[in-house]
C-alpha cells in the first residue's frame, strides 16, 4: 500500500516528533539591568573572568557589580557573581537568590564586631539584586570566595580556582577589596607580596583586573580590629576626574597592578545591614 505525502509526514511526526503550530519559540528573560555601562563590551566576553577591585562599605560599587552582571547575563552569558563572604555561608546564599529562603541571608558575617563593609545595606541589596535577576530567569549565582585563613589572598585564589574548575563556560564577576585585585607582585611594606588576582593568573591568564576611581565622598571602614574603629570616613579623591565607565589601559610599564579603571562617580558610605554600636567619628554631609 502506498502513502499519501499527508499520511508520509503523519508517521515521520509520530516516530520523530513535530512541533506543533500552538508550540512558540522560547524568548529570552529580559530585565531592566540599567543604561549601558561605558566601555562593558571590552570586559564582558563569552567566559570572562572579571575582578572589580573595590573599597568596601559604598553604596555605589556593589551595585555597579550587580549592573554589569546583569548586563552579561542578558546577553546570554551565565554569570557567577563571585563575593568576598564566608565560604560557610554558601548554602545560605544559594537559597535566598533562588529564592527558597524569605528574608535575607543572616549569619555570624553579618553581626561580627567590627564591619569593615563586607556586610554592609549595599551588600544585602546586592543579594537581593541577585534574587530579581534569577526570578526573571537570568542565568546568574553567586559564589562566596573566603575560606579566611592566616593568608587569605592564597585561599581565596584556590576557592575561585575551585569555583571556575566547575564552570569554565561561565562569566565570572569578582567583587574584592582593591589590594586583593592588584595582579602584580609586590606592595609598599613587602616587595614579595603576592596578592589573590596574581595568585590566579597561571590558572586563569586572560583575567581583567580593575581598580575603582577613588572620586572622593565617604565610605564605611574600619581603622582598626574593634567596632570603636568602624564608622563613616571620608574618602580624599586620587587622581584625574574619568567619566563613569570601565577604561582598560594596561602597559608593560604600568606600575599600578591593574589592567585597567572602572568609574561611578563620587562614592556614599553604605552602613552594616543589621546595625553598629560604631562610635568612630562620621564624615561631615
Avoid at 564582558?44 to 560599587?61: D, M, N, S, Y
Avoid at 542578558?74 to 529562603?101: I, K, S, T
Avoid at 545595606?121 to 546586592?126: D, P, V, W
Wanted: aromatic fraction near 4%; charged fraction near 25%.
Amino acid at each position: 500500500m502506498r502513502l499519501s505525502p499527508r499520511s508520509l509526514l503523519l508517521v515521520t511526526c509520530l516516530l520523530a516528533g513535530c512541533r506543533t503550530a500552538r508550540e512558540a519559540p522560547a524568548t529570552p528573560a529580559k530585565a531592566d539591568c540599567g543604561p549601558v555601562i561605558p566601555g562593558m563590551e571590552a570586559v564582558l566576553k563569552p567566559a570572562a573572568f572579571v575582578v572589580l577591585g573595590e573599597i568596601h562599605g559604598t553604596q555605589e560599587l556593589p551595585a555597579f557589580a550587580a549592573r554589569l552582571a546583569c548586563h552579561a547575563a542578558a546577553a546570554g552569558q551565565p554569570v557567577r557573581l563571585a563575593l568576598e563572604m564566608p565560604v560557610e555561608d554558601q548554602a545560605r546564599l544559594d537559597a535566598f537568590v533562588a529564592g527558597e529562603a524569605e528574608g535575607p541571608p543572616d549569619s555570624a558575617f553579618w553581626h561580627r564586631e567590627a564591619q569593615d563593609g563586607r556586610g554592609s545595606l549595599a551588600m544585602r541589596g546586592l543579594l537581593e539584586r541577585a534574587r530579581e535577576l534569577r526570578h526573571a530567569g537570568l542565568p546568574v549565582r553567586v559564589v562566596a570566595f573566603d575560606p579566611g585563613g592566616k593568608d587569605r589572598d592564597d585561599t581565596m585564589a584556590e576557592q575561585l580556582r575551585q569555583a571556575r574548575s566547575q564552570a569554565r563556560e561561565d562569566t565570572f564577576i569578582v567583587l574584592v577589596g582593591n589590594l586583593h585585585a592588584r595582579r602584580d607582585v609586590g606592595a609598599p611594606w613587602d616587595e614579595k607580596l603576592q596578592f589573590m588576582t596574581h595568585r590566579l593568573l597561571e590558572a586563569e591568564p586572560g583575567l581583567v583586573s580593575l581598580d575603582v576611581v577613588n572620586a572622593g565622598g565617604s565610605a564605611w571602614v574600619c581603622r582598626g580590629m574593634t567596632a570603636d574603629t568602624c564608622g563613616q570616613q571620608p574618602l580624599r579623591g586620587q587622581g584625574e576626574a574619568q567619566a563613569p565607565g570601565i577604561r582598560l589601559q594596561k602597559k608593560a610599564d604600568d606600575p599600578d597592578g591593574y589592567d585597567g579603571t572602572y568609574s561611578v562617580g563620587a562614592l556614599s558610605a553604605s552602613p552594616p545591614a543589621f546595625g553598629t554600636t560604631s562610635t568612630a567619628t562620621p564624615a561631615p554631609h
